[in-house]
């Protein structure tokens, strides 16, 4: 597997478990580094995106696109192999669970999901209700462009213009654009004159 997105996953899991006193494991930990590297969500923000757990209709996590008023249900498959017909049925099973939430029969969903994803549907706006994507992140190496034609040869419910999917070297590349992007120094220190200080700005006026 990616070195480098292993090295995202351990350092994310560290931060859950100092920040929010969770313990993640690594799959689970895998949707928070997508919501970081690939769509820009602050740390602080991420936990209210995560849907995953048992009866969470094959979504992980729920992205918003503000710009383009679309809903993006996301799957993420931290694993070393992934078939074709296993993105297919992924797919599957996300659309299944959309539609069922446009019927109303949401009672064997849990809570969390129930929650994120009707109010990411209620934020669409009338006249773009239907603007909504399914993406599947992956650990595992892939053709995308195979995986695309087999989804299109394929039986199934959803619209191959509906999904995206992202194999490691596009994972990759999103995180080395963000982490090239900041100012960072080898080492630093702050010297604290006193315990429980702090620092306040003031300006001229």
Same mark, same amino acid.
């Given at each position: 597997?990616?070195?480098?997105? #292993?090295?995202?996953?351990? #350092?994310?899991? !560290?931060?859950?478990?100092?920040?929010?006193?969770?313990?993640? !494991?690594?799959?689970?930990?895998?949707?928070?580094?997508?919501?970081?590297?690939?769509f820009g969500?602050?740390?602080?923000?991420?936990?209210?995106?995560?849907?995953?757990?048992?009866?969470?209709?094959?979504? $992980?996590?729920?992205?918003?696109?503000?710009?383009?008023?679309?809903?993006?249900?996301?799957?993420?498959?931290?694993?070393?192999?992934?078939?074709?017909? /296993?993105?297919?049925?992924?797919? $599957?099973?996300?659309?299944?669970?959309?539609?069922?939430?446009? $019927?109303?029969?949401?009672?064997?969903?849990?809570?969390?999901?129930?929650?994120?994803?009707?109010?990411?549907?209620?934020?669409?706006?009338?006249? !773009?209700?239907? !603007?909504?994507?399914?993406?599947?992140?992956?650990?595992?190496?892939i053709d995308?462009?195979?995986?695309? *034609?087999?989804? $299109?040869?394929?039986?199934?419910?959803?619209?191959? /213009?509906?999904?995206?999917?992202?194999?490691?070297?596009?994972?990759? *590349?999103?995180?080395?654009?963000?982490?090239?992007?900041?100012?960072?120094?080898?080492?630093e220190k702050? #010297?604290?004159?006193?315990?429980?200080?702090?620092?306040?700005?003031?300006?001229?006026?």
């Amino acid at each position: 597997m990616s070195t480098i997105i #292993k090295s995202e996953i351990d #350092k994310k899991r !560290n931060k859950i478990k100092d920040i929010l006193n969770m313990n993640v !494991n690594e799959d689970r930990a895998f949707s928070y580094v997508m919501l970081e590297y690939i769509f820009g969500v602050d740390f602080i923000d991420q936990d209210d995106m995560i849907t995953d757990g048992s009866n969470d209709g094959g979504i $992980d996590f729920i992205y918003y696109d503000d710009e383009d008023a679309k809903v993006v249900l996301c799957q993420s498959k931290y694993t070393g192999s992934l078939q074709y017909n /296993d993105l297919v049925a992924e797919f $599957d099973k996300m659309y299944s669970t959309l539609q069922n939430f446009r $019927d109303g029969n949401t009672g064997h969903y849990n809570n969390k999901l129930k929650r994120v994803l009707q109010n990411a549907l209620d934020r669409l706006p009338d006249e !773009n209700s239907d !603007n909504v994507e399914f993406n599947l992140f992956t650990a595992a190496p892939i053709d995308i462009i195979a995986a695309t *034609k087999k989804i $299109d040869n394929t039986s199934h419910s959803f619209s191959v /213009d509906m999904v995206n999917i992202y194999g490691p070297e596009e994972i990759e *590349k999103s995180i080395k654009n963000v982490l090239e992007s900041l100012n960072t120094v080898p080492c630093e220190k702050v #010297k604290i004159d006193r315990a429980k200080n702090y620092l306040e700005y003031e300006s001229s006026d």
